[in-house]
C-alpha cells in the first residue's frame, strides 16, 4: 500500500515544554490508525500540527508526497483532507442541510439520502444542529469531514460522549467509509472502540512514538499496559 | 434577481407605503425622511458584519467620514467637468471601499479578532476625527479643496445630472432616489444572505475553525464582508454629505461611532428588514429629542441600548415583526 501522511521528526515547543518530540509516522491508504496515548502524551499537538492549527518547530509532514506544513487549514482541506475535532463542531444555528451544504464536496456528487440514512439524520434534515442530540452532532460532525469523500480524514475523539450503542454504530460507519475508500486518522481512547475497528495503532507518550503495532500487538506489549492500560 | 413576494409582503408594504408618501407630506417632512434614510446603510452594513458575521466593527464612521470627505474633495476639484455629479460619487464609494479592504486586510489576515476589531476600528474613526479636526490651516488644501478644519467641508456640487429636469439629487429626486437604493441593496443583502458564500460566513460567527477545516477561506469570506459594510457606510456618508451639503470631523467621532451600534443591536441585527426600519425609527427619536438638547438624544439612546441588551437581545424592532407576523400570517405564507 502506498503511504498517504508521512511525519519525520516533527517536533512541536511551547515555550520550555516540549510537546511532540522527533515524532515519526507513517500512515498508508486505506489503513485506519489510531494515535493513543494517555493525557499529556501530545494526541491533540500532534492532531493540530497535521491539520495546520499549529506550526512545527522542526520536522516535515508528507500528504502524498507533498510537503504540507506550510498549507493553511483550508489548503490542505483541498487536497483531500477531511477534519473532525474532539468537540461537535456543527453549526447550531444552522439546519442538518444547511451545515451539509456548508461542507465543501470539492466538486463531487454525492447521494444526500443516503448519507442521511447512513448517519440516522433522514428524519432531522430541517431540524437545528443545535437541537440535535450529543450523538447526532457527532454522526453530522463526522458527516462533515467525510461528505466530499477526502482520501484521508482525521478525526479527534469521534465516540467521546457516546453511549456504548452508539459508539458502536460510529464504528460501523467508519468501516463502511473506509471501504469505500477513505483512510481514517483517530486520536482516540476508547480501547474498546480501538479494538473495534483500528487496523494499526501508534501509542504516543510523553511527545514520542513509544509503541507501534496492530491491535493485539498493543494490547499484548507489558510497557504499553503499563504506561497506558494501567495494567502492569 | 428574483424576489420572493410570498415571504417578503411586510417589506414590499413598508415600500409601498413609503413610495406613496410623497403624495402626502411636503417638501420638509420629505427632506426628513430622506436624512433618516440616509443612515440606514452604515446599519445595514453593520448587520452584515456584525449580525451575520459577529464581526463588531465600532468604526463605521471611518468609512462614512472618508466616503463623504472623499466625494466633497474629487466634486470641488472637478466642478463642471461633464458628470461629475455622477462618477465623483461612485469614485468616492470606489476610494472607501479599497480602504475598506486595506483595514479588513491587516485586521483578518493580522489575526485580529473579536473584541479587538471593535477596538482598531474605533481608533480609526477617532484618529480620522482628530486628524480632521487639525486641518483648518490654508495649508491644508486637496487641489481646490480646504478641508476646512472642525467646520468642516462645504460647497460640494449635487449628485445628479445638472441638465435633467429632476436629476440632481434633491427635494422629492432624493427621496426617491434613496428609496430605491434601499430596496436594491435589501434586495442584494438577501440575496447575499441566501447564498453559499453568505451561509460560510454566517457559520464563520459560530465556528471559524470549522470553517476552515471544510475547506473554506475564512479571512477571505471576512474581508468581503467587510468591505461591502465599509462601502455601505460609505454610501451612507455620500448620500449625507450630498443631502445637507456639508461634511464634518464630528461625524466621525465617538459619539457618532456608537450611535449605529445602538440602532442595529436596538433594531434587530440579524434581520435586515428590521435594521432599517429600526434606524429610520431611531434616527427620527434622536432628532426629535435633540430639539430640546443633544444629550437627552444620546442619554435616550443609551438607554435603548441597555434596554434591548437585557429583555430584547434579538432586538426590539425585530421582536415587533415577528409578532405582526404571528398575528397576521399572510403576511409571511
Known sequence: MATILETKLLTKKFGGFIALEDVSLSVDQGEIRFVIGPNGAGKSTFFKLVIGFHTPNNGIILYKNKNIEKLKTHERIKLGMGIKFQAPSVFSELTVLENLSLANNMGKSFDLESLLNDFSLENEKKTLAGDLSHGKKQWLDIALATLSKPDLVFLDEPTAGLSFEETEKTGNIIKKLNKQGITFVIVGHDMDFVKQIATRVSVLHLGKIFFEGSVPEVLSDKDVNNIYLGVG | ?333
Open chain 2, 1 to 333: 434577481m428574483k424576489l420572493n413576494i410570498k415571504k417578503n409582503k411586510l417589506a414590499i408594504i413598508i415600500f409601498l407605503i413609503l413610495g406613496v408618501v410623497p403624495f402626502f407630506l411636503d417638501s420638509y417632512y420629505l427632506n426628513n425622511i430622506s436624512y433618516f434614510m440616509c443612515w440606514s446603510f452604515i446599519s445595514l452594513g453593520l448587520a452584515v458584519i456584525w449580525g451575520m458575521g459577529g464581526v463588531l466593527s465600532f468604526g463605521q464612521t471611518a468609512f462614512f467620514g472618508l466616503a463623504g470627505y472623499s466625494f466633497s474633495v474629487i466634486s470641488i476639484n472637478f466642478l463642471g467637468v461633464a458628470g461629475v455629479g455622477i462618477w465623483s460619487p461612485i469614485l468616492a464609494l470606489l476610494v472607501t471601499g479599497l480602504f475598506g479592504l486595506v483595514v479588513g486586510y491587516f485586521l483578518f489576515y493580522g489575526g485580529i479578532y473579536d473584541v479587538f476589531i471593535g477596538i482598531v476600528t474605533l481608533a480609526i474613526t477617532i484618529v480620522f476625527e482628530t486628524f480632521m479636526q487639525q486641518t483648518a490651516g490654508p495649508e491644508y488644501t486637496i487641489g481646490l479643496a480646504r478641508l476646512n478644519g472642525f467646520n468642516g467641508m462645504q460647497g460640494m456640487p449635487t449628485i445628479g445630472f445638472q441638465d435633467l429636469k429632476f436629476g440632481l439629487v434633491e427635494g422629492i429626486t432624493q427621496y426617491y432616489f434613496i428609496l430605491f437604493i434601499a430596496a436594491i441593496i435589501l434586495l442584494s443583502l438577501y440575496k447575499f444572505k441566501n447564498s453559499k458564500t453568505g451561509l460560510i460566513f454566517f457559520a464563520t460567527k459560530e465556528n471559524r475553525d470549522r470553517v476552515a477545516s471544510l475547506g473554506h477561506n475564512v479571512q477571505r469570506v471576512q474581508l468581503m464582508a467587510f468591505v461591502i459594510a465599509s462601502m455601505l457606510a460609505g454610501l451612507s456618508g455620500i448620500l449625507y454629505t450630498n443631502w445637507g451639503g456639508y461634511i464634518t470631523p464630528s461625524s466621525m467621532g465617538l459619539v457618532s461611532a456608537a450611535l449605529p451600534v445602538v440602532w442595529v443591536a436596538a433594531s434587530g441585527k440579524k434581520d435586515f428588514l428590521s435594521v432599517f426600519v429600526g434606524t429610520v425609527f431611531l434616527v427620527w427619536l434622536s432628532q426629535t429629542l435633540a430639539i430640546n438638547g443633544a444629550q437627552f438624544a444620546i442619554i435616550t439612546m443609551g438607554l435603548i441600548l441597555v434596554i434591548a441588551t437585557i429583555f430584547f437581545p434579538d432586538g426590539i424592532i425585530l421582536m415587533l415583526k415577528n409578532k405582526l407576523i404571528k398575528k397576521f400570517k399572510w403576511l409571511q405564507s
